[in-house]
């Protein structure tokens, strides 16, 4: 007993014996970076879904289109590493408050774009820019919101919360986009998104604490790598590497698969772009409707394995190679519709690449937790951020594809071949998944601090 007294540093105990606590609050801040994520998307994906407006008002090619995109992986992969050090040296507040007034601006000054086919759409390149900007913030904050602010078993929750709340904007922009400019106007359409955009740099200017009072686990505010050291560690981290390389893949591809879609699922084949419909047909023939349901769908699936992985800890690894496989079947599946080896039927095809979303955006947020958990102490931002940089890196290649005119709809059928290489990646993914050695090193830790305190407190009281 008295060895005990003496092995464990007075600091230390002094340290452990502070009460953890979580606080009502939490969720203001997770809301926050949530709609954040929701309405930087929405404006990073508007002249995507409008692609026949965009041109009639501001003579916006498909080539225009796509580079207005790609703006957001290449932003992305050319600031990440200062914007690791950034969120690592500043935290939370400084990187998602100035974030969100820059998603403001960037959203407003593309209001000011007239109609016709003139310089102004310099103002659209440069709203981009600010725009896929802020997407660095949103895809590499929320396993660090998550630990700075929610207890060990609401982690996985919180962080799905944040990397799904992406897809949702897709959803939305799939959906109320198209609508709003056919029953307004494509202007109504900008100056709404500029006001939502505002709102919610509002919001987080009213309340968004760097950090709560008292930490909610005790390695919520222990002293993290700095970062240069974080990315020598990160990139000799073998089984970090093997995660988050198998993470890119699945997320990566399927970001990027979207963008050529539309080419696939062509008017030759039966399927359009349109948002109103009047009959199950034309909405199971709908592109709009099937991106809007399959990144919806992703969402609910994120959220459950969150869930799931928070009352079942310790098990990550086997919920992503188990979700990962049913991803890739239903990802066949949707191959095999496509190219007519099983029925091609409009809804076999909708439900196939349906079912293969689901399962693949409710590996999301597991990604980023095992990635936390493998790499700790290294910042929970920089191990997020090498995650995300090989997604990006993975959707990039499909828009430069898209950009080369390798996939138009004069060759549909190069387009189709795109399937395979779809589902043949995700096979690549799973098995870089599997030579994976999961570590829980930061609940590990939790756990050895309140064992510690329990028996230093059964010696000392």
């Given at each position: ?328 079947a239903f990802g066949l599946y949707f191959s095999l519709a496509v190219y007519g080896y099983i029925s091609g039927s409009a809804v076999n095809i909708f439900m196939g690449l349906c079912l293969q979303y689901f399962f693949t955006f409710a590996t999301t947020p597991l990604y980023y937790e ?92």
């Amino acid at each position: 007993s008295p060895d005990l007294c003496v092995a464990m540093d007075v600091e230390v105990v002094s340290h452990l014996l502070k009460p953890f606590k979580v606080y009502p609050g939490r969720f203001y801040v997770l809301a926050i970076l949530a709609l954040l994520a929701i309405q930087q998307n929405v404006a990073w994906m508007t002249f995507g879904t409008i692609p026949d407006e965009s041109y009639e008002h501001f003579g916006l090619s498909d080539n225009v289109i796509t580079l207005l995109a790609a703006y957001g992986s290449i932003v992305f992969i050319l600031l990440i590493f200062p914007s690791m050090w950034f969120l690592d040296r500043y935290g939370l507040k400084l990187t998602v408050v100035p974030s969100a007034w820059v998603l403001a601006i960037g959203s407003t000054i593309r209001c000011f774009v007239p109609d016709g086919h003139s310089w102004w759409i310099i103002l659209f390149h440069i709203g981009h820019i600010m725009i896929a900007f802020v997407g660095i913030a949103i895809q590499m904050t929320p396993p660090r919101l998550s630990s700075v602010w929610f207890p060990p078993k609401q982690r996985a929750f919180a962080t799905a919360v944040t990397t799904l709340a992406e897809s949702m904007g897709i959803t939305i922009a799939f959906l109320a986009l198209p609508y709003i400019t056919k029953k307004y106007s494509i202007h109504t359409m900008l100056y709404i998104q500029a006001e939502m955009s505002i709102c919610v740099a509002v919001l987080a200017t009213i309340y968004f604490p760097p950090k709560p009072s008292t930490p909610p686990s005790p390695t919520a505010d222990q002293e993290r790598v700095p970062f240069l050291k974080s990315m020598k560690l990160l990139l000799t981290n073998v089984p970090f590497l093997f995660l988050a390389i198998s993470g890119g893949i699945s997320t990566g591809s399927n970001m990027g698969f979207s963008s050529v879609l539309p080419i696939i699922l062509n008017p030759t084949s039966g399927f359009t772009n349109n948002v109103g419909i009047s009959s199950w047909s034309q909405f199971f023939h709908s592109n709009a409707w099937l991106g809007a349901i399959s990144a919806f769908v992703g969402v609910i699936g994120g959220q459950l394995a969150g869930i799931i992985a928070d009352r079942f800890q310790r098990k990550l690894k086997l919920f992503l190679i188990i979700l990962l496989g049913i991803s890739t079947a239903f990802g066949l599946y949707f191959s095999l519709a496509v190219y007519g080896y099983i029925s091609g039927s409009a809804v076999n095809i909708f439900m196939g690449l349906c079912l293969q979303y689901f399962f693949t955006f409710a590996t999301t947020p597991l990604y980023y937790e095992a990635a936390v958990e493998v790499t700790y102490p290294v910042p929970e931002g920089s191990s997020a951020g090498i995650l995300a940089t090989l997604s990006n890196i993975g959707a990039l290649m499909f828009q430069v594809v898209a950009f080369m005119h390798i996939f138009s709809n004069a060759h549909p059928e190069k387009a189709r071949a795109m399937v395979w290489a779809f589902s043949s990646l995700g096979t690549l993914s799973w098995l870089f998944l599997a030579f994976y050695r999961e570590q829980y090193k930061r609940l590990d830790l939790d756990d050895e601090m309140v064992k510690q305190v329990s028996q230093w407190k059964e010696v000392n009281y």
